[in-house]
């Protein structure tokens, strides 16, 4: 059942949830931290309004530098710039920064441990229309080996835009990935957020998922579906994919005894993997990946496109079903 | 800095000859580096460590010390023997370049030298992170520089123009690009592999000033370097024609040099070669 502690919205499985993108999360996240920190700075690459950065931008013209469309530049400048004794938050779209900019990112940003915070919003298929050159659904998989990086996906607007306030607190690089489409906004103030530690939104024992981004509302609903054809499933919100919460990964897994991975992201390389690559090291468990499998994105609806690349509802209990026989035979 | 009389001139010729051979020996005890860019860079180095920066060897971390970024990080031989020379660690330490557990890495890093400034090697990435800090410096209204050493190969690099358009945009005056025009880059000539020429015209169609001088010439460097402090409202491009592993006769204008190992007797040869121009300094030297 849902957990009390996690504070989630009552109206949680009505169709009719407000909805907000994950990116509004950080427009607001980011002004709330640069109150309090004066050495904060967005820098922009020619997307002020679709990275939500109007509001800061207003507020603190004088902190907001705009670079035009150098994604590469937007990354080394920023590692120049945190040298200098700010904190950058550098925007775009996950598919230029992180993405174009991977080297910078990797070289002057975080082997040279400066304390940028990488901004990617429109990640994952949901984007939509833009078709698959616009849709990051690497980003995750080009990040996690990279030894000093803090991954943080939020689940709804309320989620990113604590992370952006925590983001701004934590000392060195992160990236945070967020989506351009809305979402149900089903935590609220009071649910706990903590970079690195896990929230698990719904007990169960029969079979785990791990999720993380909006997807977890998706997880949820398959779980609340699944509950009255009597299965028991734990939902965990892995919204920091590194460092991994291994503890929560474990505990999941003991508890359970197979697990279902989330993810709005190539299965290969994302949050799966990580949980995965913990598991088999500590508590090989029967797992099932929910993701993008090996394809690129394409134009459509973004329901459409999560319904296409099998991360709806239906696919994600089709999946834990898929887990719970495969760990009942066994 | 102002005007430096002949013998302090002369006194910075003998260290940019002891740097150069700092250079040789680091290289051959290594088994591997590059010569020619630093062979070619040492009396910009030696001007720039003993003359021009604001800095403290033993404050390397000094608030208001000027900030020098390397952008061609290969060429980090002649800063580690700058700074071994300026007093930031043992001299001796320099026999350490790119061994395991080394602080004198192959390619810098700023994490585990201080005073190295900057993560440098991938080529193109100095002046955009030089450009940030000089932004940086701009919004706290300091009155430190930032100077970038970069090579001439690495303006083939994208990232490198969007700084400059960058540098250009936001008049950063406290910002001094060093260019080692050398005309030499792994695979050849310059102008061979992808021309860069009109150079200065490029600079200056990006609304940046241009000063261009003698890079072996170490009165030519300490005027030029002067010359930067007293442009205004645009970022600093000082291109420094070096003759790439300048010091060592076989080495000089031969791309082959950039980097490759020593055959057994080159590494000596280039010592002796270095220990004559010395002694002939020095003898100069006392004269004055």
Known sequence: MIRKEARLVENLLDPKIPQKPTRDGYGLGVVDAAEKDPNIVVVCADLTESTRNLDFKKRFPDRFIQVGVHEQFLAAGAAGLAMGGKIPFITSYAMFCPGRAWEQVRTNICLNETNVKIVGSHAGVSVGPDGATHQAIEDIAIMRPIPNITIVAPCDAVEARKAVVAAARWEGPVYLRFAREKTPVFTTDDSPFEIGKAATFRSGKDVAIVACGSLVHNALLAAEELAEEGLDVMVVNMHTVKPLDEKAVLHAAEACGAIVTVEEHQITGGLGGAVAECLAKTHPTIQEFVGVPNAFGESGAPTELIRHFGMDVPAIKKAVKKAHKRKTKA | ?288
């Open chain 2, 1 to 288: 800095m102002g005007h430096l009389s002949d013998k302090r001139i002369k006194e910075l010729e003998v260290l940019a000859n002891r740097l150069r051979r700092h250079v040789i020996e680091m290289v051959a005890h290594a088994g591997s580096g590059h010569q020619g860019g630093p062979l070619g860079m040492a009396d910009v180095f030696a001007v720039l460590y003993f003359e021009a920066l604001k800095h403290d060897p033993k404050e390397p971390e000094w608030e208001d010390r000027d900030r020098l970024i390397l952008s061609n990080g290969h060429t980090c031989p002649i800063r580690y023997a700058a700074m071994a020379e300026a007093g930031y660690f043992p001299v001796e330490e320099l026999k350490t370049l790119r061994r395991l557990g080394t602080r004198l890495q192959g390619h810098p890093e700023r994490t585990k030298l201080p005073g190295a400034e900057t993560t440098s090697g991938p080529l193109g990435a100095g002046l955009a992170q030089a450009a940030g800090l000089a932004y940086a410096a701009k919004m706290d209204k300091k009155k430190w520089r930032v100077f970038c050493q970069t090579s001439d190969g690495e303006h083939e690099a994208g990232l490198h123009w969007e700084a400059m358009l960058f540098a250009g945009k936001n008049r950063l005056d406290n910002l001094v690009c060093i260019v080692d025009r050398n005309n030499i880059q792994i695979d050849g000539r310059t102008e061979d592999i992808m021309p860069l020429e009109p150079f200065r015209e490029k600079y200056e169609a990006f609304n940046w000033h241009v000063l261009e001088c003698d890079g072996n010439n170490v009165s030519a460097v300490v005027d030029a370097l002067e010359a930067t402090k007293s442009l205004f409202d645009k970022p600093i491009c000082l291109v420094t024609h070096n003759v790439p592993g300048k010091g060592v006769s076989y080495m000089e204008n031969n791309h082959l040099w950039h980097s490759q190992p020593f055959k057994p007797g080159e590494a000596e040869a280039a010592v002796k070669e270095l220990d004559e121009t010395r002694a002939r300094l020095e003898t100069e030297l006392a004269k004055l």
